[in-house]
């Protein structure tokens, strides 16, 4: 079992709360948006970081981190990339690649809306942690907590760490 710390959309924005909520994970996968390498960095002081660029991330970003990830752990396939859509109107880069794909586990970030949902018709969980930054449409920011299991995913916490 992975305790997974997970976060998107910082837009470059710190809070120390990051280190409270994620010091007990063994790793942290950031979903795109990053805004600064710098936050990454922080945030493997914490954890090992895994992640995806975002639509308004850098070279220096873009060089470091993939567009999409896929991570297999046990019998758990996940497939993460930024921009994704949402169950029932996924983008067509994304449902593309979950039909060949078929993730068990699907992660994306970039509309800042928090929203964790089995989605039947693809037999997976989706999985958006909203925005942790400071920048965009939401009102509050969001981080997300889980275990990760080889057959399962376990003790889904969705923190908030205040408005933005």
């Known amino acids: 079992m992975k305790k997974i710390g997970l976060i998107s959309d910082t837009h470059g924005y710190w ?3 990051y280190v409270k909520y994620f010091k007990e994970c063994d790793e942290i996968w950031h979903a795109g948006d990053i805004g600064e390498i710098e936050i990454t960095d922080q945030l493997n ?26 991570i297999q752990y046990g019998n758990q396939k996940v497939y993460m990339t930024h921009i994704g859509g949402r169950p029932v109107k996924y983008n067509s880069f994304s449902l593309k690649k979950l039909l060949h794909l078929t993730p068990s586990v699907f992660i ?15 037999q997976l969980l989706y999985i958006n942690p909203g925005a942790a930054g400071n920048y965009g449409i939401h009102k509050i920011r ?23």
């Open 15 to 17: 809070d120390t709360k």
């Open 45 to 70: 002081n914490i954890a090992q970081v895994k992640g995806v660029f975002g639509n308004i991330d850098n070279s220096t970003i873009r060089q470091e981190f993939p567009k999409e990830q896929i």
């Open 108 to 122: 994306c970030g970039h509309s800042h809306i928090c929203m964790v949902k089995y989605d039947h018709n693809h």
């Open 142 to 164: 969001t981080i997300i907590r889980f275990e990760l299991h080889i057959n399962k995913i376990e003790k889904i916490e969705v923190i908030e760490l205040g408005t933005r």
